[in-house]
């Protein structure tokens, strides 16, 4: 067998510092160091082993009581180009494997103008001096126009739908869809709309795994519960899912 990876046996999710403290008894490491590489796992415990090394690490795990197995490396599913999907189309819903569902946020950095000069501070001692003299003091510096950048955050949710023979994926942003389908169902808020499609998209594809991200929104957690920092996050899990499936997993 070429490289190994080693992916949880079952689509569901151990408790993360069950699998924090597994890690650590393995590799002899601080539990708090483990914690971080149990929240990125995202079903995929460990890749690019040899094959003692996967088996060994499979084993250890089970005695904690974390069910997972050992595949090829290039037995890892790997996920085609996301479609953006800006409507409901026909077929979509048919024949998906799985409904791929995620919230997290997304910080950028946006650039403004400002004027900078003289503080205000400076003014305002001025504005003093004149008042009790008669005699302004010169402030140092023009004011000036320049650009300054500061950090914005936004909650982005998605779907991501796989399915399709070949496999195809078609991927929903919240923000950047067109709810009308909704009819009167439709809301006024982007978030309830998405949750319907989403619901939707699940009554009409019993067959399609869901991923935690999909249960979450569905049952109305916080979204700091589900755990995705990025999109790597969400693809990750996809893979795991497709992966499992794809073995025979339940």
């Given at each position: 067998m070429s490289a190994c990876s080693v992916?949880?046996?079952?689509?569901?999710?151990?408790?993360?510092?069950?699998?924090?403290?597994?890690?650590?008894?393995?590799?002899?490491?601080?539990?708090?160091d483990q914690v971080h590489v149990a929240k990125r796992a995202w079903g995929i415990i460990s890749e690019h082993l040899s094959e003692a090394d996967a088996g060994t690490l499979v084993d250890s795990l089970?005695?904690?009581?974390?069910?997972?197995?050992?595949?090829?490396?290039?037995?890892i599913a790997p996920l085609p180009p996301a479609e953006t999907l800006l409507k409901m189309e026909a077929g979509v819903a048919d024949s998906l494997a799985l409904i791929a569902a995620a919230g997290y946020t997304v910080v950028s950095a946006v650039a403004g103008t400002g004027t900078e000069g003289p503080k205000s501070a400076?003014?305002?001692?001025?504005?003093?001096?004149?008042?009790?003299?008669?005699?302004?003091?010169?402030?140092?510096?023009?004011?000036?126009?320049?650009?300054?950048?500061?950090?914005?955050?936004?909650?982005?949710?998605?779907?991501?739908?796989?399915g399709g023979t070949p496999h195809r994926r078609w991927r929903v942003q919240a923000?950047?869809?067109?709810?009308?389908?909704?009819?009167?169902?439709?809301?006024?808020?982007?978030?309830?709309?998405?949750?319907?499609?989403?619901?939707?998209?699940?009554?009409?594809?019993?067959?399609?795994?869901?991923n935690r991200g999909t249960q979450a929104i569905l049952s109305g957690q916080p979204l700091h519960t589900m755990g995705y920092e990025t999109l790597a996050d969400l693809e990750r899990e996809a893979k795991w899912l497709l992966t499992l499936r794809s073995l025979g997993g339940t």
């Open positions: 992916i949880l046996a079952t689509p569901e999710y151990p408790d993360i510092m069950a699998l924090a403290k597994a890690l650590a008894a393995i590799r002899r490491a601080p539990v708090q089970r005695r904690a009581g974390i069910e997972c197995r050992v595949v090829a490396g290039e037995a400076l003014k305002i001692i001025n504005a003093g001096i004149l008042l009790t003299t008669g005699l302004p003091i010169k402030l140092g510096g023009k004011e000036r126009k320049g650009t300054k950048t500061h950090e914005v955050s936004e909650t982005v949710y998605q779907i991501d739908l796989v923000s950047h869809f067109d709810y009308s389908f909704l009819k009167e169902r439709k809301q006024y808020q982007s978030f309830a709309n998405f949750k319907l499609l989403l619901g939707d998209l699940v009554a009409a594809s019993p067959q399609a795994w869901r």
